[in-house]
């Protein structure tokens, strides 16, 4: 499937499903499913890699890029369920999207759909861009990065880089949780997304996300088991309007995520959602 095809698709139904197929070879035997998923992801990352050391890594081919990454997971068993892209696909100009962290399969699978609309950006942990073959695609893209260790000054990153990219009319693409979580916490959920939203005058979009597909690793917390009994969920909310100090924008979005984990399975924890300052 080409950028073209997943492009119809997305625009026609707003939204995707992976089709149902047996997988005799991913179903029967654990061990080959978890080499053909790790081993498309891989090849779909030198290729770009190889993209970004010639300058050629460009929105299109970081497409097509997370388009293979999607293929494989659906090649070791996986299921998607993409839902709710109407409004993002209604809107026109950039928005800041903010979502749930469960894996680092929403870094490679999210810029399928949302670059079908936009152009994107995602604000991203420092240590993605030291990773093997991942950190040069990181770098090669210039995705914005912060540090977790002063919260003052990933702030300050954000809002300066989030703002610059968004007038250049580039969606941001935010996940405002301390750390990734099969559980949602919303006292644990920032509210970074909206405070960029506000500065930029841009409406936020809220995304619900279920992707324990892919668990954590013992050794190493990128390369972790997979389970095809759990399918993937990507829901999208409608564009909002940040009202005000951004509050009550901040909890519809965490209202929006909670409601949808909890639907999906999902244990989401009884908190307040932070306040904006």
């Known amino acids: 499937m080409d950028n073209d095809q997943f492009r119809q698709i997305i625009n026609n139904g707003y939204g995707y499903q992976s089709p149902a197929r047996q997988l005799f070879l991913a179903r029967h035997l654990p061990g080959w499913r978890v080499f053909i998923f790790y081993a498309r992801i891989a090849m779909a990352f030198i290729s770009a890699r190889l993209d970004g050391c010639r300058g050629k890594l460009t929105n299109e081919r970081w497409l097509k890029a997370s388009i293979k990454c999607l293929k494989a997971v659906e090649s070791a068993g996986g299921r998607l369920n993409i839902s709710g892209l109407e409004g993002v696909a209604k809107h026109k100009g950039p928005v800041v999207f903010i979502a749930n962290h469960m894996s680092i399969l929403e870094t490679i699978i999210l810029p399928s759909f949302t670059l079908v609309f936009n152009d994107v950006s995602f604000i991203i942990k420092n240590e993605l861009r030291n990773y093997p073959i991942i950190g040069g695609v990181m770098k090669s893209l210039n995705l914005i990065s912060v540090y977790r260790q002063n919260p003052r000054e990933d702030l300050k990153i954000v809002l300066n880089e989030g703002h610059h990219r968004i007038r250049q009319g580039c969606s941001v693409i935010i996940f405002p949780q301390a750390t990734r979580s099969t559980v949602f916490d919303p006292k644990n959920f920032n509210t970074l997304g909206v405070k960029l939203a506000r500065k930029a005058d841009v409406p936020v979009v809220p995304i619900a996300l279920k992707t324990d ?18 399918p993937l969920h990507f829901k999208f909310g409608n564009p909002t309007a940040v009202v005000g100090n951004g509050h009550a924008t901040h909890q519809h979005v965490v209202e929006f995520i909670s409601q949808n984990l909890k639907l999906w399975g999902t244990e989401v924890r009884s908190h307040t959602a932070g306040s904006m300052p």
Do not use: E, L
Not at 213 to 230: E, Q, S
């Open 213 to 230: 597909f892919h668990g954590t690793g013992r050794w190493i917390k990128d390369i972790g088991p997979i389970n095809p009994k759990r």
